[in-house]
Protein backbone atom coordinates (compact mmCIF):
# COMPACT_ATOMS: atom_id res chain seq x y z
CA UNK A 1 0.00 0.00 0.00
CA UNK A 2 0.86 3.44 -0.71
CA UNK A 3 1.68 5.35 2.55
CA UNK A 4 1.86 8.94 0.54
CA UNK A 5 -1.22 10.84 1.02
CA UNK A 6 -2.22 12.16 -2.28
CA UNK A 7 -4.30 15.41 -0.96
CA UNK A 8 -7.19 17.34 -2.41
CA UNK A 9 -8.77 20.44 -1.42
CA UNK A 10 -12.61 21.54 -1.92
CA UNK A 11 -13.18 24.80 -1.37
CA UNK A 12 -16.59 25.99 -1.61
CA UNK A 13 -18.35 29.31 -1.04
CA UNK A 14 -21.13 26.99 0.88
CA UNK A 15 -20.68 23.44 2.10
CA UNK A 16 -19.35 21.71 -0.64
CA UNK A 17 -21.12 19.08 -0.99
CA UNK A 18 -21.12 18.79 -4.80
CA UNK A 19 -17.53 19.31 -4.77
CA UNK A 20 -16.70 16.93 -1.90
CA UNK A 21 -18.99 14.42 -3.77
CA UNK A 22 -17.05 14.61 -7.01
CA UNK A 23 -13.81 14.36 -5.54
CA UNK A 24 -14.73 11.27 -3.29
CA UNK A 25 -16.44 9.10 -6.61
CA UNK A 26 -12.79 9.72 -7.94
CA UNK A 27 -11.18 8.70 -4.69
CA UNK A 28 -13.75 5.66 -4.31
CA UNK A 29 -11.27 4.14 -6.87
CA UNK A 30 -8.47 4.16 -5.44
CA UNK A 31 -9.23 1.98 -2.31
CA UNK A 32 -5.63 0.95 -1.28
CA UNK A 33 -4.23 4.69 -1.60
CA UNK A 34 -3.96 7.11 1.18
CA UNK A 35 -5.79 9.99 -0.16
CA UNK A 36 -6.16 12.82 1.88
CA UNK A 37 -9.70 15.19 1.29
CA UNK A 38 -9.81 18.53 3.00
CA UNK A 39 -13.03 20.81 2.62
CA UNK A 40 -12.42 24.89 3.05
CA UNK A 41 -15.89 25.97 3.28
CA UNK A 42 -18.15 29.31 2.98
CA UNK A 43 -14.97 30.55 1.96
CA UNK A 44 -16.35 34.48 0.93
CA UNK A 45 -13.66 36.74 1.79
CA UNK A 46 -10.61 36.97 -0.64
CA UNK A 47 -8.56 36.59 2.95
CA UNK A 48 -9.90 33.19 3.71
CA UNK A 49 -9.55 32.07 0.32
CA UNK A 50 -5.69 33.33 -0.23
CA UNK A 51 -5.22 30.95 2.72
CA UNK A 52 -6.99 28.07 2.08
CA UNK A 53 -4.58 28.29 -1.49
CA UNK A 54 -1.56 28.49 0.46
CA UNK A 55 -2.64 25.59 2.89
CA UNK A 56 -2.93 23.32 -0.60
CA UNK A 57 0.07 25.34 -2.38
CA UNK A 58 2.43 23.84 0.82
CA UNK A 59 1.08 20.25 0.45
CA UNK A 60 0.99 20.77 -3.90
CA UNK A 61 -2.66 19.67 -3.06
CA UNK A 62 -5.51 18.95 -5.99
CA UNK A 63 -8.04 21.47 -5.79
CA UNK A 64 -12.11 21.57 -6.62
CA UNK A 65 -13.93 24.40 -6.04
CA UNK A 66 -17.58 25.44 -6.36
CA UNK A 67 -17.67 29.36 -5.36
CA UNK A 68 -19.91 31.67 -8.00
CA UNK A 69 -17.99 34.90 -7.04
CA UNK A 70 -16.25 36.19 -10.05
CA UNK A 71 -13.37 37.98 -8.74
CA UNK A 72 -12.91 34.68 -5.99
CA UNK A 73 -13.44 32.12 -9.00
CA UNK A 74 -10.50 34.56 -11.03
CA UNK A 75 -8.48 34.92 -8.06
CA UNK A 76 -8.38 30.86 -7.44
CA UNK A 77 -7.91 30.09 -11.40
CA UNK A 78 -5.20 32.57 -11.41
CA UNK A 79 -3.27 31.41 -8.37
CA UNK A 80 -3.59 27.77 -9.54
CA UNK A 81 -2.19 29.00 -12.83
CA UNK A 82 1.13 30.89 -11.37
CA UNK A 83 1.86 27.74 -9.04
CA UNK A 84 1.50 25.11 -11.49
CA UNK A 85 -1.28 23.31 -9.02
CA UNK A 86 -4.28 21.15 -10.43
CA UNK A 87 -7.33 22.96 -10.42
CA UNK A 88 -10.84 22.72 -11.01
CA UNK A 89 -13.46 24.98 -11.53
CA UNK A 90 -16.76 22.99 -11.44
CA UNK A 91 -19.09 25.87 -11.65
CA UNK A 92 -18.05 28.91 -14.11
CA UNK A 93 -18.60 26.54 -17.74
CA UNK A 94 -21.63 24.99 -16.77
CA UNK A 95 -22.58 28.74 -15.63
CA UNK A 96 -21.02 30.59 -18.11
CA UNK A 97 -22.43 28.10 -20.57
CA UNK A 98 -26.12 29.08 -19.82
CA UNK A 99 -25.68 32.51 -19.76
CA UNK A 100 -24.37 32.57 -23.36
CA UNK A 101 -27.10 30.82 -24.57
CA UNK A 102 -29.99 32.34 -22.65
CA UNK A 103 -28.45 35.98 -22.64
CA UNK A 104 -29.59 35.88 -18.46
CA UNK A 105 -26.71 37.13 -15.84
CA UNK A 106 -26.67 34.40 -13.09
CA UNK A 107 -27.62 35.51 -9.70
CA UNK A 108 -24.06 34.82 -8.28
CA UNK A 109 -25.48 33.79 -5.09
CA UNK A 110 -23.18 31.80 -2.90
CA UNK A 111 -24.78 28.70 -1.92
CA UNK A 112 -27.77 28.90 -4.05
CA UNK A 113 -28.52 25.46 -4.38
CA UNK A 114 -29.66 24.92 -0.66
CA UNK A 115 -32.04 27.62 -0.91
CA UNK A 116 -33.89 26.49 -4.13
CA UNK A 117 -33.90 22.97 -2.53
CA UNK A 118 -35.59 22.73 0.48
CA UNK A 119 -34.97 19.33 1.20
CA UNK A 120 -31.53 20.43 2.38
CA UNK A 121 -32.93 21.59 5.05
CA UNK A 122 -35.10 18.57 5.90
CA UNK A 123 -31.62 16.36 5.56
CA UNK A 124 -29.81 18.74 7.97
CA UNK A 125 -32.42 18.36 9.86
CA UNK A 126 -32.66 14.63 10.09
CA UNK A 127 -28.86 14.28 10.13
CA UNK A 128 -28.81 15.70 13.41
CA UNK A 129 -32.17 14.27 15.02
CA UNK A 130 -29.68 10.58 13.74
CA UNK A 131 -26.87 12.37 15.92
CA UNK A 132 -28.64 13.50 18.66
CA UNK A 133 -30.61 10.28 19.42
CA UNK A 134 -27.78 7.79 18.33
CA UNK A 135 -26.84 4.94 20.59
CA UNK A 136 -29.65 4.91 22.76
CA UNK A 137 -28.82 8.00 24.31
CA UNK A 138 -32.47 9.41 24.69
CA UNK A 139 -35.42 7.10 24.50
CA UNK A 140 -37.66 9.99 24.15
CA UNK A 141 -36.36 10.53 20.40
CA UNK A 142 -38.32 7.01 19.79
CA UNK A 143 -41.76 8.78 19.98
CA UNK A 144 -40.60 11.18 16.95
CA UNK A 145 -38.42 8.97 14.75
CA UNK A 146 -39.55 7.69 11.38
CA UNK A 147 -37.71 4.93 12.21
CA UNK A 148 -35.98 3.29 15.91
CA UNK A 149 -33.58 0.41 15.12
CA UNK A 150 -32.35 -2.18 17.02
CA UNK A 151 -29.69 -4.53 17.66
CA UNK A 152 -26.80 -6.45 19.71
CA UNK A 153 -23.25 -4.48 18.98
CA UNK A 154 -22.08 -4.52 15.33
CA UNK A 155 -25.65 -4.43 13.70
CA UNK A 156 -24.73 -1.38 11.63
CA UNK A 157 -27.39 0.60 13.47
CA UNK A 158 -25.64 4.06 13.13
CA UNK A 159 -24.25 3.71 10.05
CA UNK A 160 -28.10 3.41 8.71
CA UNK A 161 -29.61 6.06 10.78
CA UNK A 162 -27.20 8.29 8.76
CA UNK A 163 -27.87 6.68 5.62
CA UNK A 164 -31.86 6.50 6.03
CA UNK A 165 -31.12 10.09 7.74
CA UNK A 166 -29.63 11.42 4.03
CA UNK A 167 -33.19 10.45 2.76
CA UNK A 168 -35.03 12.70 4.67
CA UNK A 169 -35.34 10.21 7.48
CA UNK A 170 -35.70 11.09 11.31
CA UNK A 171 -33.85 7.29 12.81
CA UNK A 172 -33.21 6.58 16.43
CA UNK A 173 -31.26 3.33 17.30
CA UNK A 174 -31.14 1.80 20.83
CA UNK A 175 -28.00 -1.24 21.25
CA UNK A 176 -29.53 -4.12 22.82
CA UNK A 177 -27.83 -5.70 25.75
CA UNK A 178 -29.37 -9.07 27.84
CA UNK A 179 -30.86 -8.22 31.18
CA UNK A 180 -30.52 -4.25 30.19
CA UNK A 181 -33.42 -1.80 31.04
CA UNK A 182 -35.62 -1.88 28.43
CA UNK A 183 -37.03 2.41 27.95
CA UNK A 184 -40.96 2.01 27.98
CA UNK A 185 -40.62 4.46 25.42
CA UNK A 186 -40.01 1.72 23.15
CA UNK A 187 -43.20 0.18 24.25
CA UNK A 188 -45.15 3.38 23.29
CA UNK A 189 -44.41 3.70 19.60
CA UNK A 190 -45.99 1.83 16.84
CA UNK A 191 -44.46 -1.54 16.29
CA UNK A 192 -44.05 -0.61 11.95
CA UNK A 193 -41.88 1.31 12.59
CA UNK A 194 -39.21 -0.49 14.39
CA UNK A 195 -36.77 -2.36 12.73
CA UNK A 196 -35.07 -5.75 14.58
CA UNK A 197 -31.47 -5.87 12.99
CA UNK A 198 -29.65 -9.24 13.48
CA UNK A 199 -26.35 -10.92 12.37
CA UNK A 200 -25.17 -14.50 11.96
CA UNK A 201 -23.39 -15.49 15.32
CA UNK A 202 -20.33 -16.57 13.20
CA UNK A 203 -20.09 -13.57 11.21
CA UNK A 204 -20.37 -11.04 13.93
CA UNK A 205 -17.59 -13.45 15.92
CA UNK A 206 -15.06 -12.37 13.11
CA UNK A 207 -16.36 -8.50 13.20
CA UNK A 208 -15.92 -8.21 16.92
CA UNK A 209 -12.84 -10.13 16.82
CA UNK A 210 -11.55 -7.37 13.89
CA UNK A 211 -12.55 -5.00 15.96
CA UNK A 212 -10.53 -5.20 19.03
CA UNK A 213 -7.44 -5.79 16.66
CA UNK A 214 -8.23 -2.31 15.53
CA UNK A 215 -7.71 -1.50 18.72
CA UNK A 216 -4.27 -3.21 19.69
CA UNK A 217 -6.57 -5.35 22.00
CA UNK A 218 -6.84 -9.18 22.50
CA UNK A 219 -9.31 -10.12 19.84
CA UNK A 220 -10.38 -13.15 21.92
CA UNK A 221 -13.05 -11.35 24.85
CA UNK A 222 -16.25 -11.32 26.14
CA UNK A 223 -16.94 -8.82 23.30
CA UNK A 224 -16.36 -11.40 20.80
CA UNK A 225 -16.98 -15.29 22.65
CA UNK A 226 -19.30 -16.77 20.43
CA UNK A 227 -21.18 -18.24 23.29
CA UNK A 228 -22.01 -14.24 24.61
CA UNK A 229 -22.81 -13.47 20.69
CA UNK A 230 -25.43 -16.49 20.69
CA UNK A 231 -26.79 -15.24 24.21
CA UNK A 232 -26.87 -11.45 22.99
CA UNK A 233 -28.51 -12.81 19.63
CA UNK A 234 -31.15 -14.73 21.20
CA UNK A 235 -32.16 -11.72 23.83
CA UNK A 236 -32.71 -9.85 20.94
CA UNK A 237 -34.81 -12.31 18.72
CA UNK A 238 -36.83 -12.76 21.89
CA UNK A 239 -37.46 -8.80 22.29
CA UNK A 240 -38.24 -8.59 18.74
CA UNK A 241 -40.82 -11.23 18.95
CA UNK A 242 -42.26 -9.22 21.87
CA UNK A 243 -42.27 -6.21 19.85
CA UNK A 244 -43.88 -7.69 16.73
CA UNK A 245 -41.48 -5.82 14.84
CA UNK A 246 -39.97 -6.46 11.41
CA UNK A 247 -36.27 -8.77 11.58
CA UNK A 248 -33.30 -8.07 9.47
CA UNK A 249 -30.35 -10.00 8.96
CA UNK A 250 -27.63 -7.76 8.34
CA UNK A 251 -24.78 -10.64 7.43
CA UNK A 252 -22.79 -9.83 4.35
CA UNK A 253 -25.33 -7.41 3.21
CA UNK A 254 -24.18 -3.85 1.98
CA UNK A 255 -25.79 -0.45 4.32
CA UNK A 256 -27.32 0.58 1.07
CA UNK A 257 -29.10 -3.11 0.55
CA UNK A 258 -29.93 -3.20 4.19
CA UNK A 259 -31.61 0.38 3.63
CA UNK A 260 -34.10 -0.76 0.77
CA UNK A 261 -34.89 -3.88 2.73
CA UNK A 262 -36.15 -1.37 5.37
CA UNK A 263 -37.94 1.10 3.13
CA UNK A 264 -39.89 -2.09 1.62
CA UNK A 265 -40.86 -3.74 4.74
CA UNK A 266 -42.28 -0.77 6.04
CA UNK A 267 -43.85 0.14 3.43
CA UNK A 268 -42.04 3.76 3.40
CA UNK A 269 -41.81 5.80 -0.19
CA UNK A 270 -38.66 7.81 0.70
CA UNK A 271 -39.95 10.15 -2.25
CA UNK A 272 -42.63 11.33 -0.41
CA UNK A 273 -39.64 12.51 2.65
CA UNK A 274 -38.71 14.87 -0.37
CA UNK A 275 -41.70 16.71 -0.80
Known sequence: ?????????V?????????SKLASAAIAQYQDLNICLVRKTFINEKEDLMEALETARSSNSMIIHTMISTELVNIANQYCEEHQLFCMDILSPI???????SHVKPNRMPGA???????????IEAMEFAVTYDDG??????????IVLLGVSR???????????????????????????????????????????TNDPHVLNRIR???????????????????????????AQDLYQK???????????????????ILHLLEIDEHSYYG
Not at 137 to 146: S, T
Not at 164 to 182: D, E, G, M, R, T
Request: hydrophobic fraction near 40%; aromatic fraction near 8%.
Open 95 to 101: VGEIEQR
Open 113 to 123: LHFLDKNYFKR
Open 137 to 146: KDPNGFLEAD
Open 155 to 197: TSKTPLSLFLANKNLKVANLPLIPQAHIPKQLWEIDAKKIVGL
Open 243 to 261: LGCIVINVADRSIEETSSM
Open 209 to 235: QERMKAYGLNPDTAYSNIDKINEELKF
Open 1 to 9: MNEECVSIF
Open 11 to 19: ISDSAGETA
